[in-house]
């Protein structure tokens, strides 16, 4: 079976090397295009599975949408079977999802039809989501619509981040895929439609939905920090500049909303019905450090407002 795999953040590195494991045929990666970065823009640095692919010297194809004449016909001499797709980052169009006589698969962070979409992970920890998963799923033109092949399932740990709660994910879905390539090749696939009517949305993370309102209560609070932890990082404004917060918990405590009630080694913010204390933050301009390291350089004091 010749799959064609596409996939570019490190989320979909472990699926990758999972299936040069296990030595599957690879016709070809499909990924983004290098990405300028620099002062001048001059220096292009790969998506992560592009390194992998070319370690393995697989083929790699970067078009800027996976659309067109000429990207179809590359495909079509490859010969291919099936598509697998992880974390790609483009809707596919009909031409290209009827492309493989197998078909394409998706690996899904979530356990659908719950969180169809782009931040799935980001939003089962806002949503103070006790479980999480992967699914692999058979694609269709609808948003993560299609019949589910498999799932794996897994805890959201207490005080899990959405970086930590990735790099988990990352590994348990490359194993159910594994798993589900194993058993589409010797026909024990059974898929299974989705409940739309049970569907909810994880659509992409903006800035906007990362700023904090103080008004809100301290377990909401410490669900936004964890759930944009690393990026975009969850933010409010200090002295008329913004302020990424990291590391949260819950205290019991009194204020006005966004008072600063104390500011040693942990950073403590009055919320609505109690406080949330931060362990790190990152001033603008500034890289990320530990609250105590800002409070001994004068970053903050007792009894300030953040907004």
């Given at each position: 079976?010749?799959?064609?795999?596409?996939?570019?953040?490190?989320?979909?590195?472990?699926?990758?090397?999972?299936?040069?494991?296990?030595?599957y045929?690879?016709?070809?990666?499909?990924?983004?295009?290098?990405?300028?970065?620099?002062?001048?823009?001059?220096?292009?640095?790969?998506?992560?599975?592009?390194?992998?692919?070319?370690?393995?010297?697989?083929?790699?194809?970067?078009?800027?949408?996976?659309?067109?004449?000429?990207?179809?016909a590359?495909?079509?001499?490859?010969?291919p079977?099936?598509g697998?797709?992880?974390?790609?980052?483009?809707?596919?169009?009909?031409?290209?999802?009827?492309?493989f006589?197998?078909?394409?698969?998706?690996?899904?962070?979530?356990?659908?039809?719950?969180?169809?979409?782009?931040?799935?992970?980001?939003?089962?920890?806002l949503?103070?989501?006790?479980?999480?998963?992967?699914?692999?799923?058979?694609m269709?033109?609808g948003?993560?619509?299609?019949?589910?092949?498999?799932?794996?399932?897994?805890?959201?740990?207490?005080?899990?981040?959405?970086?930590?709660?990735?790099?988990?994910?990352?590994?348990?879905?490359?194993?159910?895929?594994?798993?589900?390539?194993?058993?589409l090749?010797?026909?024990?696939?059974h898929?299974?439609?989705?409940d739309s009517?049970?569907?909810?949305?994880?659509?992409?993370?903006?800035?906007?939905a990362?700023?904090?309102?103080?008004?809100?209560p301290?377990?909401?609070?410490?669900?936004?920090?964890?759930?944009?932890?690393?990026?975009?990082?969850?933010w409010?404004?200090?002295?008329?500049?913004?302020?990424k917060?990291?590391?949260?918990?819950?205290v019991?405590?009194?204020?006005?909303?966004?008072?600063?009630?104390?500011a040693?080694?942990?950073?403590?913010v009055?919320?609505?019905?109690?406080?949330?204390?931060?362990?790190?933050v990152?001033?603008?301009?500034?890289?990320?450090?530990?609250?105590?390291?800002?409070?001994?350089?004068?970053?903050?004091?007792?009894?300030e407002?953040?907004?």
């Amino acid at each position: 079976m010749r799959i064609v795999f596409f996939g570019t953040p490190d989320f979909a590195v472990p699926s990758l090397e999972g299936l040069l494991r296990e030595r599957y045929d690879i016709a070809a990666v499909v990924t983004r295009p290098d990405t300028p970065q620099g002062r001048s823009r001059s220096t292009l640095v790969p998506p992560p599975v592009k390194e992998v692919a070319e370690r393995a010297e697989l083929t790699v194809l970067q078009p800027e949408r996976p659309v067109g004449d000429v990207f179809l016909a590359s495909l079509r001499r490859l010969d291919p079977d099936l598509g697998v797709v992880v974390a790609y980052g483009h809707i596919l169009r009909h031409e290209l999802l009827t492309l493989f006589p197998r078909g394409m698969i998706n690996v899904h962070a979530s356990l659908l039809p719950r969180f169809r979409g782009a931040a799935p992970i980001q939003h089962a920890i806002l949503a103070g989501e006790s479980f999480t998963g992967v699914s692999i799923m058979r694609m269709e033109e609808g948003l993560d619509s299609g019949p589910v092949l498999a799932y794996a399932r897994t805890p959201i740990l207490p005080e899990e981040t959405a970086g930590q709660l990735s790099a988990r994910l990352a590994d348990l879905g490359a194993q159910a895929l594994h798993t589900a390539l194993r058993d589409l090749e010797a026909g024990a696939l059974h898929p299974k439609p989705q409940d739309s009517s049970l569907a909810t949305y994880a659509p992409k993370v903006d800035r906007a939905a990362a700023r904090l309102d103080w008004n809100s209560p301290p377990t909401a609070l410490a669900r936004q920090v964890r759930a944009f932890d690393p990026a975009p990082g969850a933010w409010t404004t200090h002295r008329d500049a913004p302020l990424k917060l990291f590391r949260p918990s819950i205290v019991e405590a009194e204020g006005e909303p966004g008072t600063v009630l104390s500011a040693g080694n942990d950073l403590v913010v009055a919320a609505l019905g109690g406080a949330l204390s931060v362990r790190e933050v990152q001033p603008a301009g500034k890289s990320r450090l530990p609250v105590a390291d800002w409070v001994r350089g004068r970053g903050i004091v007792e009894g300030e407002r953040l907004r």
